[in-house]
Structure formats: C-alpha cells, structure tokens
C-alpha cells in the first residue's frame, strides 16, 4: 500500500509551460491515423499553475470534475481535463492507492490554441502525482508511455525545455537550449481542433515525403543538437531558415485572421513569425539578448488588437518542478 498522503509535503504546486513549435514538418498517415511529423518544441515562461491538495474523505456528493475520486477543477474550460486522465491513468499504472486528491488548475495558456495547454497540463498533473505518491524513484520509461497515452504532446511537456519530437510527436529528444531569445504570443481569442487542421492539411496536400522528415531531422539535429547550441552567455544565432510550421496554411484556410496576426508581428520587428502547433495562436521570434524586452514592447503595442498579447522566454525543467506552497499563495 502507498505511503499515506497526508504524511507528504501537501498542497504541492507545478507550473505547466506553454509550448510553442519553432519547427514542424508534417509527413505521411502513419496506420494508427496519426501523422508522422519532425517538430521542435520548445516550453515557455508563459504557463498555467497546478496545485494538488488532499481531499476530505468522501461526504456522499459528486463534484465537479471528479473521477475515481480525484477531483480536477479548471474554471473557464468545458469538459473534462487531460488532467483528469493523467490522474487516473497513472492510478491504474503504477497501482498507487493513495487517498483522492483535488487538483486546480489556473488557466493562463490560451485554449484550443496550439500552444499545448491541454498537454502540459497533463504532464505537470503526472509530475505532481509522481510526487504526492513517493512513486519518484520508480518512474522511468513506463512514465513516457504513460504520458503517450495521454496525448502525442504529453511526453514532450513531461519535463520542460527543448525538445526534439519524433513519430507522432510521442518520441521525444530533449535538447540543449538554443542561443538567446524570447518569444511575442498573440492568441486568438478562438481556439481550432486540432483534427480538423490536420484534416485541412490533407485536403490542401501539405505532407512531405518520409525521405524529406528525416532530412529535417539530421538538419535540426546538426544545428541544434550538436553545433547550433548555446553557450553560457547564450550567445550565438538560431537557426531561423530551420524554423516554421506545414500546418499554417491549414489554420489560416480555416481561420483566416492569422494572416493579419502574422503580418503584425513581423511589423513589430519580429525575425520570425508563425502559428504554433495546430493554431491559431501565433508566435513572433525576437533574437538576442534584447528579444525580451523589443517582445514586450511587441506586446504592448499590440494588446489593444490582441487581448491577452504576452511576451514570453524559453523555460527549462526547474521552471516545471514541483515545490510545496503555502494555501493563501495559490
């Protein structure tokens, strides 16, 4: 039996990064339906706050959110949580029969957006239940599997940085931290399933061939990977001309206004604009030891256009990590 959870440091809190794609390369249907892709995510500061409190023992009431006891409220966001399932899911793997547990999440990551809110909400609940079950010491490969199960961006968010997404986006490589940047966000205001991107790109015939995804994987492993690292003064070039996303004629086919967003970061001063993931969340890339504060100008001048422009910094594994909190800070 599991050590008891009120014998552990509770509440415990984790952040869960956005991620945005500063590369993906769409390729065939693989015969599970998914796509074969190479992409490059990479976590941002921008992120929601998990906290994961003991439950009082059952009163005879349902609440909101709760599944096989465990308790997940996300206030502004319909339907279950890919929370809830990572909660459950790993009850079921790792066999802990710890007391239930309510899980909160504050929303910061724009919905239905391409940034991977869902996924790293997932991947921080796991590292947080991780945690609370003492289970730490055991967690290895089967975790990675687990968190594929969940969803092909899971894995990546499992623990934050840059990573180097492979299959479906479920084999993961993390990466050294590229050189200096920071990262412009202009959500939406409206989110984009996912599946019916995808679905989009096939109609427009967007896939590349097998042979040319794994020429962008020996591209982005050669200047990422090996020479394109940044030093400890962050120093150095990105690899802009690796950069961009086969999904984004499919997002703007099917929500045009990214076209005007794009067109905003770029007269912002943006190196590099794109979509992120599926959309229709658009990233603007500001090199250099300066990038932050030219994206927060960025920000602010756009945020009358653009509710909730924000100008974010890449993250690593610390910035996930999960650490005690006190009730009154959460």
Not at 20 to 30: A, E, H, I, K, Y
Not at 57 to 76: K, L, M, T, Y
């Amino acid at each position: 039996m599991s050590e008891p959870l009120q014998s552990l440091p509770l509440p415990l809190g984790a952040r869960a990064p956005a991620k945005v794609n500063l590369c993906l390369r769409l390729g065939p249907v693989l015969p599970d339906g998914r796509h074969r892709i190479v992409t490059l995510l990479e976590s941002l500061s921008l992120a929601d706050e998990l906290t994961l409190t003991a439950l009082p023992p059952p009163g005879g009431f349902v609440a909101r959110g709760r599944s096989n006891g465990d308790e997940v409220v996300c206030e502004g966001v319909a339907g279950e949580n890919l929370a809830a399932a990572a909660l459950r899911c790993f009850r079921r793997a790792s066999g802990w029969d710890g007391p239930p547990v309510h899980l909160r999440i504050d929303k910061r990551v724009p919905v239905a957006g391409g940034m991977g809110g869902g996924s790293g909400d997932a991947a921080a609940a796991l590292r947080l239940v991780v945690a609370a079950s003492g289970l730490g010491a055991q967690q290895g490969s089967w975790l990675l599997e687990l968190a594929a199960e969940l969803g092909s961006d899971v894995p990546s968010q499992l623990a934050p940085g840059l990573v180097l997404g492979l299959g479906a986006g479920e084999r993961v490589q993390p990466l050294p931290a590229l050189p200096a940047h920071a990262v412009l966000v202009l959500p939406a205001g409206v989110g984009l399933s996912t599946a019916a991107v995808y679905a989009e790109a096939d109609r427009l015939g967007l896939g590349r061939t097998s042979a040319e995804l794994e020429a962008v994987e020996r591209e982005l492993a050669a200047a990422v990977g090996e020479g394109g690292a940044a030093g400890t003064d962050g120093a150095g070039q990105l690899p802009l001309d690796l950069f961009g996303n086969d999904l984004e004629p499919a997002a703007r086919s099917l929500h045009p206004p990214i076209g005007d967003a794009l067109q905003a970061a770029r007269d912002q001063g943006a190196a590099l604009a794109l979509v992120s993931g599926s959309g229709p969340t658009v990233a603007g890339v500001f090199p250099g030891e300066h990038g932050a504060a030219r994206a927060r100008a960025a920000a602010a001048a756009l945020a009358a256009r653009y509710p909730g422009a924000t100008a974010a910094v890449p993250v690593g594994a610390d910035f996930g990590a999960v650490r005690a909190v006190e009730l009154e800070d959460t």
